[in-house]
């Protein structure tokens, strides 16, 4: 008896809510038309609403290693092509070291077979006699020696070769060029620059090529071995890029040089 007390005795008392007259809250008179206003929006609502919808956060693809980079790296330029052969032209093994090996190589005189990414021109290099050479040039013992110029059907076997390159814009193979950046400096670097920067090199290279003197055409060679070299020897001491543009004519290198402006333009921009 004595716990039923204290248990029913302290018990709160039961409220009949039926029996509990509502609460009755004044309201503004709103007008007799036109929707009502939507309650003014609080820093504290903003904060929530930001806090529940996040921005989406974009991860980045990771590198390969560079070891295991050469079907990555291919499939990136074939589609920088737009569906044209690009990568027909590039070797198939080493290609991030091959394209930072050929780019160093082009500032220098010479590109040696063994690290090219790009295969060179089918057939061989197209030069006819020159009948009337001016000036005349004489061999140590006084003889006149034999002078070339380039055949102009010379400059057809590189018109592929200049398509290719007008395929690809400029600014979204700069955009590749910083996504794979990890993978360029760590080639340059194996090349024996630990404190080199492959990217500056590139828009030294370029402004190397865009350089190159445009000289009277036609352009005078002579063969005293197994290759021609340039007749002048100002010309024969340019670098291999500025030759390069020699080579292919007037009119492939106008094209060449606009697109390696845009290209140089692109990589100086933002991000």
Do not use: C, H
Not at 224 to 245: I, N
């Amino acid at each position: 008896a004595v716990a039923a007390w204290y248990v029913l005795g302290t018990r709160s008392p039961v409220v009949d809510e039926a029996a509990t007259p509502p609460r009755i809250v004044e309201q503004a008179q709103q007008p007799a038309s036109g929707p009502a206003a939507a309650p003014a929006e609080t820093e504290e609502t903003a904060a929530a609403k930001a806090v529940s919808t996040p921005e989406p956060v974009v991860e980045e693809v990771p590198l390969p290693e560079l070891a295991a980079s050469d079907g990555v790296a291919l499939a990136t330029l074939a589609g920088l092509a737009g569906g044209a052969p690009l990568t027909d032209y590039l070797a198939q093994d080493a290609v991030i070291s091959r394209i930072v090996a050929t780019v160093d190589a082009l500032g220098g005189r010479r590109v040696s077979d063994v690290i090219q990414a790009v295969r060179g021109p089918d057939g061989e290099f197209l030069a006819v006699a020159a009948d009337s050479p001016d000036p005349l040039l004489r061999n140590e013992a006084g003889d006149p020696l034999p002078q070339y110029a380039i055949d102009p059907a010379n400059y057809q076997r590189y018109a592929a070769y200049v398509e290719l390159l007008e395929a690809v814009d400029p600014a979204e193979l700069a955009a590749a060029v910083r996504s794979y950046r990890p993978l360029l400096e760590e080639a340059y670097r194996q090349m024996g620059y630990p404190e080199g920067d492959f990217v500056q090199r590139l828009r030294a290279v370029i402004d190397d090529v865009l350089a190159a003197p445009e000289p009277r055409q036609p352009i005078r060679l002579i063969k005293p071995e197994a290759y021609y070299v340039y007749a002048d020897p100002q010309l024969e001491a340019l670098s291999a890029g500025q030759k390069a543009l020699l080579r292919m004519g007037p009119g492939n290198a106008a094209r060449v040089r606009a697109w390696l402006t845009a290209f140089r333009d692109a990589l100086a921009a933002p991000a």
